[in-house]
Antibody
């Protein structure tokens, strides 16, 4: 059974860069689109962007200037970097793919 | 950008009731629409893909219909375990989620 697991710091300072990694286990990461989605407390879902295993990316236009995604097929991982974070970036961050979603990880932006 | 709207934003219904949620896209998305269920503290779970196809293992009381810009999600007989927030999501052009519909028991 394929599982996704997010990892990364739970606390990031304002103006710094949020970095998260999603590890895919139980199956290959190859030949699919993999996405990042976030959800502020009590609010709806916001798609951040996606990466294909070739490295091709698509980003939400509202976040595009601050987002970078990458993939490491040798480690079955893909990653998210969000720069210049503010309190508005505090949210549960999910990674997702064709076989499901990770459990989510809370990232808080605070000094 | 494709915008998604959902109505209602919340509803209360009795066990056994038929529940209907609508989702509208700002432009034609063909049938490129998913419906997700999210329970508190959990990741969303895919219920319906391609507007009307039931994901494997999902109870048959859930169904979806529509194409173009107007879509409907139905729970034919509401069960206590269906208490959740439901989201539509388009994937015709990038991905966009609707704002969600919170369903609870009356």
């Amino acid at each position: 059974q394929v599982q996704l697991q997010e990892s990364g710091p739970g606390l990031v300072k304002p103006s710094e860069t949020l970095s998260l990694t999603c590890t895919v286990s139980g199956g290959s990461i190859s030949s699919y689109y993999w996405s990042w989605i976030r959800q502020p407390a009590g609010k709806g879902l916001e798609w951040i962007g996606r990466i294909y295993t070739s490295g091709s990316t698509n980003y939400n236009p509202s976040l595009k200037s601050r987002v970078t995604m990458s993939v490491d097929t040798s480690k079955n991982q893909f990653s998210l970097k969000l720069s210049s974070v503010t309190a508005a970036d505090t949210a549960v961050y999910y990674c997702a793919g064709p076989v499901g979603w990770g459990q989510g990880t809370l990232v808080t932006v605070s000094s | 950008d494709i915008q998604m709207t959902q109505s209602p934003s919340s509803l209360s219904a009795s066990v056994g009731d038929r529940v209907t949620i609508t989702c509208q896209a700002s432009q034609d998305i063909s049938n490129y629409l998913n419906w997700y269920q999210q329970k508190p503290g959990k990741a969303p779970k895919l219920l319906i893909y391609d507007a009307s196809n039931l994901e494997t293992g999902v109870p048959s009381r859930f169904s979806g219909s529509g194409s173009g810009t107007d879509f409907t999600f139905t729970i034919s007989s509401l069960q206590p375990e269906d208490i959740a927030t439901y989201y539509c999501q388009q994937y015709d052009n990038l991905l966009t989620f609707g704002p969600g519909t919170k369903v609870d028991i009356k």
